[in-house]
């Protein structure tokens, strides 16, 4: 699982069509599609769709799309699943998919604001 | 929709998480303040916590000034033969120190030279080099600052409150947390505790995050997550709430981002629940 921030090479494919990796075999290696909209006025992300391990927890993912943004320090991402709640940051998106994914990706919202205080 | 609840709002989120703790047995209840209607939602957990602690020792100076000082005594000036046999003994000791010098310095040519030829056996000699690398290592740090971090993992005892705060008309989060012998921990100790994806937020403004309160209902101190900017982070997702028409748990939602802060986890099975609830509602009005 590679939980790094540093590396994020692996979400940054530039997927304008639905890729999942069939050409992994092993389930635990497979990607699964994740869909970004921004909610509000945070900035939108050129790429929308990624193809992330299952095994990426919401903290690393909402570090990747805060790099990627360019966020500053003060400024705290969210990210809502179904607009309904926020995942624990160590939740792995292979699991919220496999709960609330649908059409073959999971939606993600999120959303920047100075969070706390 | 309004984005500032009402206490009644507060109150029928709040039995609405209660039905679904007891379904999942998350240990959440709802405790009445004495001779007033208000009441809380209550949760204790135990858990395991890094706390951080840095120590930083000062310098440590060996210097030659503070321990050297000249000492005069005036005593009666040694007659010849004395001064003689002080010479003489001074004397010896400098010629021993120089041979115990040698002696050493010959002891480290052979060292190297040892080193050398094991070096022409790498697989053996790999460990030595290292150990006898680092033992030099510390030799030269003996007069630099130190300066190291202590993880302390701790068992520790929370207690989470659910308050409805009239001011801001959103639940507010009051917590405190003890350690197994029964103390309660420090203001720095919490913001320690803090989760990883928070801290750098946390850093640049730790006071008006979490700060250290007296609990409106009972009076004790706790520790509070500052519900200002509630609003801000809850706007979007009551916002689509309302645009698709789903019912959404206020209290829920709002803890499901502030609780990760303090480690309270809340399960995804809440929102399974919550998502197979209102499917449930759906087909029903079908």
Partial sequence: MSDSAESPTEPQKEDSRPTTDDSAANDEKKKIDVLLKAVGDTPI????????????????LSQFISRFLKLDANEQLFIYVNQAFAPSPDQEVGALFDCFGSDGKLVLHYCKSQAWG | MSLCMQEET?????????????QLRDGWSWESAQGC?????KKTVVRSAVIKSNHVWDK???????????????????NFKQLLNVFYIVFSVCILHIYLTYILYLHSV????????????PDASCDDDTITSKIADDDDDDDEVHIESEDICQVLQYEYHILFSCS?????????????????????????????????????????????????????????????RTEEFMRPVLQAAHDQSRPV??????LSVVGPLVGLDVPLKYSILLQSEANTRDSESD
């Fill in chain 1, 45 to 60: 992300m050129k790429t929308k769709k990624w193809a992330v391990d299952r095994g990426r927890t919401v903290q690393s």
């Fill in chain 2, 10 to 22: 507060f109150h029928h989120c709040c039995q609405h998480l209660l039905q679904l703790s007891q």
């Fill in chain 2, 37 to 41: 209607l208000e009441g809380y939602l």
């Fill in chain 2, 60 to 78: 440590t100076e060996t210097t030659s000034d503070s321990a050297s000082h000249t000492s005069c005594h005036p005593h009666e000036i040694l």
């Fill in chain 2, 110 to 121: 052979c060292s190297d030279l040892y080193n050398l030829f094991l070096q022409s056996f």
């Fill in chain 2, 168 to 228: 801001y008309s959103t639940p507010v989060l009051y917590f405190r947390a003890f350690t197994q012998e029964g103390r309660s921990l420090l203001l720095e100790e919490v913001w320690n505790s803090v989760h990883p994806n928070f801290r750098q937020r946390l850093q640049n403004s730790p006071l008006s995050t979490i700060s250290q309160e007296e609990h409106p209902l009972l009076g004790q101190p706790f520790f509070k997550i500052h519900p200002c």
């Fill in chain 2, 249 to 254: 748990n206020f209290v829920l939602t709002w």
